[in-house]
Structures are given as structure tokens and as C-alpha cells.
């Protein structure tokens, strides 16, 4: 029995310090799993660095997440539209943020199919499904499939991906 605890403990240490980790990381810790986008030059990089605060630099272009109940639309419950902040594509309805306890806004869908893209994301020793602008792939965050009906999804995003529209 004491051996079957060590394996379990061995194997799946990894997976725990990097979820910790990931969760109690600084902003501008990057997502290992994303990979240098061919269409962001030096020239364009250091123009996003000038356009961006650091931390939307970071979670935008390099992937990391902001620590968790710290950004600045979780607790916004003002109706209007979120946006990427790169590029101003409309990305989420505020009628469809829900309360998920998960320390980051989050929306049961997109405001339009077209809105948002995806791609599998297994760094830190999990397998995820990334959020990207489809306009411009900026790094939002995360869909899980634990959200609430109509779509059983919670897209989990970055307050420092977004900029909010008032209605």
C-alpha cells in the first residue's frame, strides 16, 4: 500500500507544482506550450510593448495568466462588451458573464462564433483548451466544460486581454 501512495505522489507531483505554480504565478510568467507567432516581427513586438501595459504584453503575446481574483473586470457587472484589448475585435457579451468562483471573468459563450479561436494547450501538465482573438490571436485564456446551460461552458479570460465597452 505504502508503495502504490509513492508512485501515485511521484507521478503526479509534476502536474500539482505546475498547476500551483501557473496559479500562484507572477503576470509575466509565459505559457510554455505557446510557440513564437512567425507573423510578430522585433519591429512588431516592441510596438505591442509600447501600445500594452506589461501584463497585457505578457498575457496577450506570451501566454501567462494574471494571478487569480486580482483583475479588474471580475467583479464588473455593468452591461456592455468586452473587447480584445489588442485589437478592439468584440469578443463577449456581458449578459452572458456568469459568478464561477474561478478568480477570472467568465462567459457561458462568445458573442459570436466567429469572435473567438482555440487550440489545445498541455503545458504545466494539463490538457486545456486555449482562448486566442481570432482577429489578431491575441492569448485570452481558457474554455473549460463546466459552465452553465445553455452551453455548459465557462470561458475563463484574462482581465488584461480586455477592455470594456459600456452600453
Not at 114 to 142: F, P
Request: proline fraction near 5%; charged fraction near 25%.
Amino acid at each position: 500500500m505504502r508503495k502504490l501512495i509513492l508512485y501515485v505522489l511521484i507521478a503526479t507531483a509534476p502536474a500539482c507544482i505546475g498547476s500551483c505554480q501557473n496559479s500562484n504565478s507572477k503576470s509575466n510568467q509565459t505559457n510554455p506550450s505557446m510557440k513564437e507567432d512567425p507573423s510578430q516581427t522585433a519591429q512588431s513586438k516592441e510596438e505591442w510593448k509600447k501600445k500594452l501595459t506589461p501584463e497585457q504584453y505578457s498575457i496577450t503575446c506570451e501566454g501567462s495568466t494574471e494571478p487569480a481574483f486580482s483583475g479588474k473586470y471580475l467583479n464588473n457587472h455593468e452591461k456592455g462588451m468586452y473587447k480584445c484589448i489588442r485589437c478592439g475585435n468584440t469578443l463577449f457579451d456581458s449578459d452572458t458573464k456568469f459568478e464561477s468562483g474561478s478568480g477570472w471573468p467568465s462567459f457561458y459563450k462568445p458573442k459570436t462564433d466567429s469572435s473567438i479561436g482555440s487550440k489545445s494547450d498541455n503545458s504545466y501538465g494539463m490538457i486545456r483548451t486555449e482562448v486566442i482573438c481570432k482577429k489578431c490571436g491575441a492569448h485570452l485564456g481558457h474554455v473549460f466544460d463546466d459552465g452553465p446551460q445553455p452551453t455548459g461552458q465557462r470561458y475563463c479570460i484574462n482581465s488584461g486581454a480586455l477592455n470594456f465597452e459600456k452600453k
